[in-house]
């Protein structure tokens, strides 16, 4: 039996019946690790020994954690202390944390044993983990295409069976767009369910950590894990966070589902579309009522999201200046030299380019016309949803427009890099819950991802939507022929 | 054009990034094309829209002063790319 081909539901049973110990999952997973990675490249840092140690000294105490003894990957922008910490960028590839990120020291305290680092685009700015200093992540079902971004790692660590689950960040679809593509679940959070504190900022009203994962159940054990309040994170919310396994029932009977009309037309491959139309059969066959809904402002999302993630980027990146920590130029002149000169060799294109940008939209003389205006349209596309939302229960769209491209197809066309986040990134705008779900595959053997998003802090119907079609279907069962 | 390379050089400056000429080239053209892009928010008639910066209503958060764990010097130094005694070390100021 290869124990590594667990999901954390199945894996918690087996170690709660004392059918294997935390040290042999470990061990399971370490020996997978050691034969895809070469083909995978998921990870910055594996844990290796570390990690099975840390799983042969685990408490016992833990042991009604459905967490307790399994192995989880945390993408490489998540502080761990003393573990190295780098977001696959030059400037922080030596930083080691002096402290854990919250959802880390959640994670720890369930029990959970870390199995390493995985790779993401620098500073999480990508869509396909190319823009990584650490190198690219190759896609598991076909290692010539990209596995998405910026969460690539996580989402190819998972689906490889290199991990149980990981977790990710989602700023404008880092979690559910490499989930689609890798043909796994990922699920963001409503902005404020889960603490960031210890997720390395990249646009701080924009990010979310959350949970990558082989099935819905697992991703709604590991989202009750991490989500609430953090006195260490002023944005984090204090509202009750439900027991989300419990409340997954798969029943859809008259819940209202919504079609956004403008996520379904041009640009789209026609398979993609093909297995959303089917998948809404699927539903309104179970007992939902599918309507057609209108998000008119979807057109300017990918631009208000340049405009509001970069300037926000840029604010938050100057902290990177060769001082505390980082990377530092040597020899300088003196300290202008040296953030100078600091910043251009540790940053990589990407992440200048929207350093750039961030910095000229909020520069003086252009915030009103760009800076403001992309906050004003922000309004406007948080309004659509809010409309959409007074008719329904849930929305149901393609997380991509199409299945994933080829490694270099768009890697000097930042333009284009950026539309394929098309349907991602107004979720992110108007803060509400998203997942990725398995939907089928396209004519070349490529997974496609259906998403379902809800209302702010409705994660449940989220996840229960999402339960009621995985329980019709075996999308998510398909692993790639590694 | 959108933006001019003095304009990217100066936005370099503010930046403080030391960008080479071949940069300064392609960020020239990338910015313009994706300014170009973004232009489109101007379709929007927007004047009585609020602007967003948050989408959760947030207030001011205080906590008591009262002493607590904080994070210990020597750890905070170890990822100091230069230090001298318990301080960071930079090059001369003045």
């Given at each position: 039996m290869d124990l590594f081909r667990w999901t954390i539901h199945e894996a918690s049973a087996a170690l709660r019946a004392g059918r294997c110990t935390p040290a042999?999952?470990?061990?399971?997973?370490?020996?997978?690790?050691?034969?895809?990675?070469?083909?995978?490249?998921?990870?910055?840092s594996v844990a290796g020994d570390a990690a099975v140690q840390q799983a042969s000294s685990l408490n016992a105490r833990n042991e009604a954690s459905p967490l307790w003894g399994v192995p989880i990957a945390l993408k490489d922008n998540l502080a761990t202390q003393g573990m190295r910490t780098t977001c696959s960028s030059r400037i922080?590839?030596?930083?080691?944390?002096?402290?854990?990120?919250?959802?880390?020291?959640?994670?720890?305290?369930?029990?959970?044993?870390?199995?390493?680092?995985?790779?993401l685009d620098e500073f999480a700015m990508g869509s396909s983990t190319e823009t990584s200093c650490m190198g690219t992540t190759r896609n598991p079902w076909d290692p010539t295409r990209i596995p998405g971004g910026s969460s690539g790692g996580s989402a190819a660590a998972v689906a490889a069976d290199a991990c149980l689950a990981a977790l990710g960040s989602d700023t404008g679809g880092s979690i559910r767009q490499p989930a689609s593509h890798c043909g796994i679940v990922g699920l963001k959070p409503t902005y404020g369910r889960v603490s960031r504190f210890g997720l390395v900022a990249f646009a701080s009203s924009l990010d979310q950590?959350?949970?990558?994962?082989?099935?819905?159940?697992?991703?709604?054990?590991?989202?009750?894990?991490?989500?609430?309040?953090?006195?260490?994170?002023?944005?984090?919310?204090?509202?009750?966070?439900?027991?989300?396994?419990?409340?997954l029932n798969g029943e859809v009977r008259d819940m209202r589902i919504g079609v956004p009309q403008e996520y379904l037309q041009v640009g789209i491959q026609r398979e993609v579309r093909e297995a959303v139309r089917n998948a809404l059969d699927l539903l309104a066959?179970?007992?939902?009522?599918?309507?057609?809904?209108?998000?008119?402002?979807t057109d300017y999302a990918v631009s208000a999201y340049y405009i509001l993630a970069t300037a926000e980027a840029s604010s938050n990146l100057a902290r990177y200046d060769g001082v505390k920590y980082g990377y530092r130029a040597e020899p300088v002149e003196d300290l202008l030299e040296m953030y100078r000169r600091s910043r251009a060799e540790g940053f990589g294109p990407e992440v200048k380019r929207r350093i750039m940008l961030?910095?000229?939209?909020?520069?003086?003389?252009?915030?009103?016309?760009?800076?403001?205006?992309?906050?004003?349209?922000?309004?406007?596309?948080?309004?659509d949803f809010e409309a959409a939302f007074d008719v329904c229960d849930v929305?149901?769209?393609p997380t991509c427009p199409t299945t994933a491209f080829r490694i270099g197809e768009k890697v000097n066309d930042p333009l284009q890099m950026y539309l394929s986040d098309i349907y991602t990134i107004s979720v992110n705008m108007a803060g509400i819950p998203g997942i990725s779900i398995p939907c089928g595959f396209d004519d070349g053997g490529l997974p496609i991802g259906l998403q379902v998003l809800g209302?702010?802090?409705?994660?449940?119907?989220?996840?229960?939507?999402?339960?009621a079609y995985e329980q019709r279907t075996d999308w998510h069962r398909k692993r790639p022929p590694l | 054009m959108k933006i001019t390379r003095g304009q990217v050089e100066h936005v370099a400056h503010l930046a403080r990034l030391a960008l080479r000429d071949e940069e300064i080239a392609e960020f020239t053209g990338q910015l313009d094309a994706i300014l170009a892009y973004v232009d489109k928010l101007n379709e929007l008639e927007t004047d009585d829209v609020e602007p967003t910066?948050?989408?959760?209503?947030?207030?001011?958060?205080?906590?008591?002063?009262?002493?607590?764990?904080?994070?210990?010097?020597?750890?905070?130094?170890?990822?100091?790319?230069?230090?001298?005694?318990?301080?960071?070390?930079?090059?001369?100021?003045?």
């Open positions: 042999e999952l470990m061990a399971s997973v370490n020996g997978r690790i050691q034969a895809v990675e070469d083909k995978v490249h998921a990870y910055v922080l590839e030596h930083f080691r944390p002096p402290y854990d990120a919250t959802v880390v020291s959640r994670l720890k305290g369930a029990g959970a044993v870390f199995s390493g680092k995985t790779n950590i959350g949970p990558l994962t082989k099935d819905v159940i697992d991703a709604a054990i590991l989202l009750k894990a991490i989500a609430g309040h953090d006195p260490r994170d002023s944005t984090s919310v204090n509202v009750p966070v439900p027991d989300y396994p419990s409340l066959g179970a007992g939902a009522s599918i309507r057609e809904v209108s998000l008119p402002h961030g910095t000229y939209a909020l520069s003086s003389g252009y915030y009103d016309a760009y800076y403001r205006k992309a906050q004003q349209v922000r309004t406007l596309i948080m309004r929305l149901l769209a209302k702010h802090f409705d994660e449940a119907t989220v996840l229960n939507a999402a339960y | 910066a948050h989408v959760i209503p947030m207030g001011n958060v205080v906590r008591e002063d009262a002493v607590g764990e904080g994070l210990l010097i020597e750890d905070v130094l170890a990822n100091a790319p230069g230090r001298k005694d318990r301080f960071f070390r930079v090059p001369r100021i003045l």
